[in-house]
T-cell receptor
Framework: DAGITQSPRHKVTETGTPVTLRCHQT?????MYWYRQDPGHGLRLIHY???????DKGEVSDGYSVSRSKTEDFLLTLESATSSQTSVYFC??????????FGQGTRLTVV | SQQGEEDPQALSIQEGENATMNCSYK?????LQWYRQNSGRGLVHLIL?????REKHSGRLRVTLDTSKKSSSLLITASRAADTASYFC???????????????FGQGTILTVHP
């Protein structure tokens, strides 16, 4: 299953609080991605990374930041959570030239 | 905006029937991929077709790609109840290229196969 672990799997948080989601991989892949999934929108790319400390914005990056201080961990932070960030968040990895492998997702509810 | 648009949004069939899902996209692509998502789970890769390919098979799956029409179709033959899931097309470059392997997903087709 490509060794991807997302944590936490479920979280409820209050509006205005910071939240950090973690994606951990065990296979040393260079490319990592954070997507959010909402009804009617499919999956949309938030941020991605192409190496340690190399990150860039995706389609829906406003309100999110990321960090990758080591190959195996890619963190997604909501600086001040809003209700519009209630979603299911997926981390993905890719080996060069191949398909993406996805984690099991984190269901985040902002109340 | 979504690169891929899928049709139909939902499909309900009986076991043993074939299921066809369509995907249209807007810009030139390097490859097109199909993914499956069971309820509450992550996406699982099914098949990848490159822009210079017209058709590809994998088990009960058949994918076609028409770059002139910017469209693709996924056919699942002899469907089973276990095929019940959401199916997504995705376009984008391969990891290692200038697009950094980013994928753009369609909104998905919900397939229900009745026993």
């Amino acid at each position: 299953d490509a060794g991807i672990t997302q944590s936490p799997r479920h979280k409820v948080t209050e509006t205005g609080t910071p939240v950090t989601l973690r994606c951990h991989q065990t296979e040393n892949h260079r490319y990592m991605y954070w997507y959010r999934q909402d009804p009617g929108h499919g999956l949309r790319l938030i941020h991605y990374s192409y190496g340690v400390k190399d990150t860039d914005k995706g389609e829906v990056s406003d309100g999110y930041s990321v960090s990758r201080s080591k190959t195996e961990d890619f963190l997604l932070t909501l600086e001040s959570a809003t209700s519009s960030q209630t979603s299911v968040y997926f981390c993905a990895i890719r080996r060069t030239g191949t398909e993406a492998f996805f984690g099991q997702g984190t269901r985040l509810t902002v109340v | 905006s979504q690169q891929g648009e899928e049709d139909p949004q939902a499909l309900s069939i009986q076991e043993g029937e074939n299921a066809t899902m369509n995907c249209s996209y807007k810009t030139s692509i390097n490859n097109l991929q199909w993914y499956r998502q069971n309820s509450g789970r992550g996406l699982v890769h099914l098949i990848l077709i490159r822009s210079n390919e017209r058709e590809k098979h994998s088990g009960r799956l058949r994918v076609t790609l028409d770059t002139s029409k910017k469209s693709s179709s996924l056919l699942i033959t002899a469907s089973r109840a276990a095929d019940t899931a959401s199916y997504f097309c995705a376009t984008g470059g391969l990891a290692g290229g200038t697009s950094y392997g980013k994928l753009t997903f369609g909104q998905g087709t919900i397939l229900t196969v009745h026993p």
